[in-house]
């Protein structure tokens, strides 16, 4: 049998109304809109975020709890998330699945612990959200496959992403 991959992108700080996916005017988001639009894909549009504050929205999503449960209320806080509380990314982890974590945002990322919560995590640069085939995602994307042995070499690596996923990102 062939693995199964999940691919869960979560943008912070975007308002869905103002997204090519959502019919918005002007296309804001066109390869995020071409990856929703997979058959294979699932997309949540009325996703509510619990807070404003990234620390807090972006633990309510990996963890299912709200603020007040895993205590990141704001950027202004200095603790890490909470080691007892099971993460999505432990969960899949539990599952055999092998995760890992790409963020440009601190508070999504080192600053609150995150980074110790997947197999392997991966600080970047701002990108832009536009352009998901950007050579750092692009890298980060096949350095996580090159470490996954099902897949074999670099060339492997490359004619799979080319068969399967490479049209979602160009």
């Not at 869905?16 to 959502?22: E, V």
């Not at 432990?90 to 945002?105: A, D, H, L, M, P």
């Not at 995590?121 to 995602?137: A, D, G, V």
């Not at 897949?151 to 979602?168: A, E, K, N, P, V």
Request: net charge neutral.
């Amino acid at each position: 049998n062939k693995p199964t991959h999940v691919f869960w992108i979560t943008i912070d700080s975007v308002r869905y109304d103002h997204t090519s996916m959502s019919g918005y005017s002007r296309d804001t988001t066109p390869n995020l809109t071409r990856i929703s639009n997979h058959q294979q894909a699932t997309s949540y549009p009325n996703a509510i975020a619990h807070s404003v504050r990234t620390p807090s929205s972006v633990s309510s999503i990996l963890t299912g709890l709200y603020p007040e449960s895993h205590g990141q209320l704001g950027t202004g806080c200095t603790n890490t998330i909470p080691e007892n509380l099971e993460t999505v990314p432990e969960k899949f982890q539990t599952q055999n699945y092998r995760t890992i974590g790409i963020s440009e945002n601190g508070f999504a990322g080192r600053v609150k612990g995150w980074d110790t919560k997947f197999d392997e995590f991966t600080h970047t640069r701002p990108l832009n959200y536009t352009n998901l085939s950007s050579p750092i995602m692009f890298n980060c994307l096949l350095s996580y496959l090159l470490s996954y042995q099902k897949f074999g070499t670099r060339t492997d690596i490359l004619d799979f992403l080319t068969q399967r996923y490479w049209s979602l990102f160009t």
